[in-house]
């Protein structure tokens, strides 16, 4: 989370703040992993006009099942996607 975070700010995203980035690293994963699924969600939360906290949360559940395709093994997928080797898993996807 610091190597990214530094790396926002050196690119001028000082509005990123990390306490709150921490909070959508399973939001972002998603996107990497599943574009598609991502984008659908996220306009399917836009239209209803439902809360980003709700939205967050939702980001979950296609990440369990892609874990659960892959022998539960969260670690590993993060390992192996360039995008996501630099982040820590969240702790609440690994409960």
Known sequence: TN???????????SYINKPKMR?????????????EASNA???AFKER?????????ACYK????IAARQGWDIDSIFNAHPR?????????LRH
């Open 3 to 13: 190597q990214v975070f530094r790396y926002a700010k050196k690119a001028g995203a």
């Open 23 to 35: 909070h959508y690293v399973h939001c972002y994963a998603l996107h990497c992993l599943d574009e």
């Open 41 to 43: 969600l996220r306009r």
């Open 49 to 57: 006009g439902e809360n980003v906290g709700a939205w967050r949360q």
């Open 62 to 65: 296609p990440l369990v099942a």
């Open 84 to 92: 996501l080797a630099v982040w820590y898993v969240p702790t609440s």
